[in-house]
């Protein structure tokens, strides 16, 4: 087509190239190049990269830092207290959000719920790229959402978008989803790098002009990252990540970004046929239906954010069939495990090399801190050895290389959980010992190193199979 031409960009710095890279020349990634359409510029060979003005300050005079005005932010609340507490307190007026998760995760179905709890205060407009009038209809009749001030517009074109916007002036837009979007301005189709920045951009300068909050839910590629450019992320004020594996109900919220509030915190869902409903326990909920006698499990407690949270980690060590011995992981980080068990092997000769190892964290949660090592540590050797580890004791600590176990953060945090839940004793570092030792209802195992975890194991009375 005439003034048309593809062109080649990398999702992560925008490199435009006129043949496809596999290495991105500027920032050095790998793969990062998209397909894309653009307008030819005429005279130079390179396009120039389109600049918008965002946010209409309108004064280009700069302002004495002590005579501005300190704004109030002005949250309102979603009804789900966990999605408040995931960005700091409820959605900020005049903020974007990009909310973000697998394909049939939930993004829509909470977004829906959270509408009939903002409407009751404020006019919601819900865009819809994906899906007919009738099946949100349907859908918010599963959801018993109400919605009397929810309006609902089923369009990609961010101009008439815009345009009924300005018609109806709600608080909040939700646009769902910004991949399904495009602007006339662009010329690439949409999902494309330039009209998913685009069509960002213009939600963006509509919430930081006239204050309307926006929540834009993004699609993930292949890879787990937001489909587009990365520069997506950097343009909103909060990047929340829905987790959670599909096959369960357990659904995670978390925030990657926020600039109104802490990143740590979490939010936990279930997926019901009435929708998401909101898991204030969840470590109640992880250890539902624990296996009562048997080898390889082993409770333990990582913290998410200022929450802790006990799980249950699964081990099965079995004998290899094959050559080189499987090592599946889930939910834990397999270098993690490849340590773990290089500590055993080397400081208590354990034998794993000619064996598989599975290992499982119960309800999809990924542990992502190193206080869960003693936990895998006795699961792998209670599997080994096929020792039961009693149901009512609970690991917390680090494992060092050299075998040692390592004081870790927040033990009394987690050692109160755990006595909540109603385990009797926590197996803790020996530098944790003092500290876990005031929380009273629960005996406390101080131990030094893999040595004492072994010990620990083979004194426990109750806990060789009869089988043996
Ligand atoms: N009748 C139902 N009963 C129970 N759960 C349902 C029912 N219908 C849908 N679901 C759940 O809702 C999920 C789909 O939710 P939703 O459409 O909100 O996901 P999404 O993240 O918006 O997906 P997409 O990326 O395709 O837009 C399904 O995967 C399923 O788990
Ligand atoms: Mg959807």
């Known amino acids: 087509m005439k003034g048309i031409k593809t062109v080649y960009i990398c999702s992560e710095c925008e490199y435009e190239s006129p043949k496809w890279l596999g290495k991105c020349p500027r920032c050095a990634s790998w793969n990062s190049f998209v397909e894309d359409v653009v307008e030819k510029s005429t005279g130079s060979a390179s396009v120039a990269p389109r600049r918008t003005a965002v946010i209409n300050s309108g004064s280009n005079k700069a302002s004495k830092f002590s005579e501005l005005q300190t704004p109030e932010y002005i949250r309102s609340s979603t009804g789900l207290g966990e999605l408040d507490c995931v960005l ?17 995760i939930g993004k829509s179905t909470l977004l829906l719920q959270i509408c009939d709890i903002l409407g009751k205060s404020k006019s919601v407009l819900y865009v819809s790229g994906e899906e007919s009038q009738g099946q949100l ?14 309006y609902i517009l089923t369009e990609t074109n961010i101009e008439n978008i815009l345009s009924e916007a300005e018609k109806i002036k709600p608080d909040v837009i939700i646009a769902d989803s910004v991949q399904t979007m495009y602007s006339d301005k662009i010329n690439s189709a949409p999902g494309s790098i330039t009209n998913v920045k685009e069509v960002a951009m213009a939600f963006i300068s509509k919430a930081k002009n006239d204050g309307t909050s926006v929540i834009l839910v993004g699609h993930i590629n292949k890879e787990g990252s937001i489909a587009g450019p990365k520069v997506l992320e950097h343009m909103v004020d909060a990047v929340l990540n829905f987790e959670g594996d599909k096959k369960q109900t357990y659904r995670i919220i978390r925030a990657n970004k926020n600039r109104y509030g802490s990143t740590n915190e979490i939010g936990v869902f279930e997926m019901t046929d009435t929708g ?12 539902a239906d624990r296996p009562v006698d048997t080898s390889g499990n082993c ?91 009693p149901d009512s004791l609970i690991a917390i600590g680090e494992l060092g290389l050299a075998g040692e176990c390592r004081g870790i953060a927040n033990i009394d945090l987690r050692v109160k959980e755990a006595a909540r839940l109603g385990f009797s004793k926590a197996v803790v570092p020996a530098h944790n010992a003092k500290n876990a030792a005031k929380i009273s209802g ?19 009375k109750n806990n060789v199979k009869e089988s043996d």
């Open 276 to 287: 998401l409903c909101e898991v204030a326990n969840p470590s109640e909920m992880l250890l």
């Open 88 to 104: 700091g307190g409820g959605l900020v007026k005049g903020s974007v959000v990009l909310l973000s998760g697998e394909p049939g």
């Open 137 to 150: 209809k349907l859908r918010a009749e599963r959801l018993s959402v109400k919605g009397d001030s929810l």
């Open 299 to 389: 409770a333990i407690c990582t913290m998410e954010g200022t929450r802790p949270i006990v799980a249950e980690i699964q081990a099965l060590v079995t004998q290899t069939a094959f050559p080189a011995p499987r090592r599946t992981s889930n939910g834990i980080d397999y270098s993690r495990t490849y340590l773990i068990l290089a500590v055993l092997e080397k400081r208590l000769g354990l034998k794993f090399y000619n064996q598989d190892v599975y290992l499982n964290v119960i309800g999809g949660l990924q542990i992502n801190e190193p206080a869960s090592d003693l936990g895998i540590a006795l699961a792998l050797i209670s599997s080994l050895t096929d020792t039961v580890i």
């Open 442 to 460: 629960i005996e406390i195992i101080p131990v030094k190193n893999v040595y004492d975890l072994l010990r620990l194991l083979r004194t426990s």
